[in-house]
Structures are given as structure tokens and as C-alpha cells.
């Protein structure tokens, strides 16, 4: 009896270690069980690109009375075009081969563009819808050689750790058919480099942050028409969403924290012996139901 006391605290110690132990492995195997799926789940997305339709305000800095907007708007008149079914049926099949022959261009000429032409597309891509009407998008067209080339450091140095240790082997195969990596000579020789931010909130005349409601899809829609207004007028681009860029390239051209780097388009004239991968689209069956 004496004996078993003695060894009582020696019992308690040993139990004590391993239940330490096993809390420990249970502890571990569940990190690192979160950690994978951490990654497997949409490692490429940093924070400036993920979804700002879900970004909410803390409330005590929304007006939820006044958003800065005028409560009796003026409507006026609706005036349309209204074509025959022919010149319909023309038009839709002109429109479509002009927008089929768009393609991700990475060889761009240095050949100056008219600056008017520039800002008419961007005119066009502001002509989008927007939530609410609050037009939550900046297009930041970069000109000057020296800006141009401090983007492509930023973006080439970052670009070079996503192929090597971000985007995984089945995310780099994937581009291995495109022939495409890192180097981004088109950030120096493309005229042009528009870079469009979303603003996930804005200000008020009061001081308060304004909600921007649907900001992320809606600038999606105004870049998805700049790419039609582009190819109306015989321009490239090769549509860029430079991962974990963002930051850095809002500290560069002195943009404001509300606003987030969604897409880096270099603009301009593909060169005399740019190539493109010889690829197909989807036929009509395999993208369209009709109920």
C-alpha cells in the first residue's frame, strides 16, 4: 500500500505527459489539416484580388440615412434604336466577329497610340453599370517610361515567387501551353498600361465612408466592356491580375487605401511577328441553355 502511494505522483505525471502528447498530436494534425486547405483553397488569391462584394462597414462609420446621393432624381425621356430584324441579325453577327477575333496578345509594339483613343475606351468602360449607381472604378493610365518599368519590378519579382512557390505544379502546368512565365517584357513596350482599381468603399461630404455596393462585379462588367471598346479600335492587351502586386502598386501611383488593384492591362499594337496560341472556343450548345 505504501508502495502504490509512492508511485501514485509518478502514475499522475506519466498520465499527465501523455495526454500532453496526444492533445499535442491532435493539436498539430489539425493545423496542419487547416494549413492544406488553406492552401488547396484558392492559394492565388491575395486580398486586394479576393471578392469586395462581401466587404462591410463597421457601423458606426455608414450614414445609413444619407448616402450623398439626391432622393428625387430627375427621369427624363428614354431615347433608343429600335432596328429591324435584319439590321438586328447584321449587327449582333458583325458585333460577334468583330469581339471573335479578340485574343491575349503578349508581344506589343512600342508604336505610339493616340492619347484621344485612350480615353475614349476608357469613357466607353465608364458608361458601365454600377450598384446603386456609385461608378466604384479608377483607371490609372500609366505613360511615363520610368513608371512603366518600376511596375514591371514589382510585378516581375512577385510574378517569379507565384511560379516558383505560389501557384503549385497544377496551376504552372496549366500555363506551360500558353509558353508563359514571369518575364513581362510588354510591361516597358506596351504605350500603354491602364490599371483598374475597384473602390471598395467611398467618402461622404460628412467625413463618413460611402457604401459601394457591388463593386467588385461591377467594376468586373466595366473592364469586360474597356476589352470591347479596345477591340473596336484595333488595340491589344493581354489581361494581367498581378498576385500579392497590389500594395506596392497602390503605394507607386499614390492611390488611396479604399481603392484595390483588380487588373494590369498593357495597351497597344501587337508587334509584326507577335504569335498567339492557336486555340478554339466553346461552341454555342456548350455555353448557352435555353429553357
Not at 428625387?72 to 434604336?81: D, G, K, L, R, Y
Not at 482599381?197 to 462588367?221: A, C, D, M, R
Not at 488595340?235 to 499614390?254: A, D, E, H, I, K
Request: aromatic content about 8%; charged content about 25%.
Amino acid at each position: 500500500m505504501a508502495l502504490f502511494s509512492s508511485l501514485t505522483p509518478v502514475f499522475i505525471a506519466i498520465v499527465c505527459i501523455l495526454i500532453g502528447a496526444i492533445l499535442k498530436k491532435t493539436n498539430g494534425e489539425k493545423e496542419k489539416h487547416e494549413i492544406k486547405s488553406k492552401l488547396l483553397s484558392h492559394p492565388w488569391v491575395d486580398e486586394d484580388l479576393k471578392d469586395g462584394t462581401d466587404h462591410h462597414l463597421e457601423e458606426e462609420e455608414v450614414d445609413e440615412e444619407w448616402q450623398g446621393l439626391e432622393e428625387n432624381v430627375a427621369h427624363v425621356p428614354f431615347s433608343s434604336e429600335h432596328y429591324t430584324e435584319a439590321e438586328m441579325i447584321k449587327r449582333s453577327k458583325m458585333f460577334y466577329e468583330l469581339l471573335n477575333k479578340r485574343r491575349s496578345v503578349r508581344f506589343l509594339s512600342d508604336e505610339p497610340v493616340p492619347r484621344e483613343v485612350i480615353d475614349n475606351v476608357i469613357r466607353t468602360a465608364g458608361t458601365s453599370p454600377s450598384g446603386a449607381h456609385t461608378e466604384p472604378w479608377t483607371f490609372v493610365v500609366v505613360q511615363d517610361p520610368y513608371l512603366k518599368h518600376k511596375i514591371r519590378e514589382i510585378v516581375e519579382e512577385e510574378e517569379e515567387i507565384n511560379y516558383k512557390k505560389r501557384m503549385g505544379d497544377r496551376w504552372v502546368n496549366d500555363l506551360k501551353r500558353f509558353r508563359t512565365n514571369w518575364i513581362k517584357e510588354y510591361l516597358d513596350t506596351a504605350p500603354y498600361l491602364i490599371l483598374i482599381f475597384k473602390q471598395v468603399y467611398g467618402w461622404l461630404p460628412n467625413g463618413k465612408k460611402k457604401t459601394h455596393y457591388y463593386n467588385e462585379i461591377s467594376v468586373s462588367i466595366a473592364c469586360g466592356i474597356l476589352l470591347a471598346a479596345l477591340q473596336n479600335v484595333g488595340l491589344y492587351t493581354v489581361t494581367s491580375t498581378p498576385l500579392n502586386c497590389g500594395p506596392q502598386l497602390r503605394v507607386l501611383l499614390q492611390r488611396p487605401a479604399n481603392e484595390k488593384l483588380l487588373l494590369l492591362l498593357p495597351v497597344g499594337y501587337p508587334k509584326k511577328d507577335a504569335t498567339v496560341p492557336a486555340l478554339t472556343r466553346k461552341p454555342l450548345e456548350d455555353i448557352m441553355v435555353v429553357m
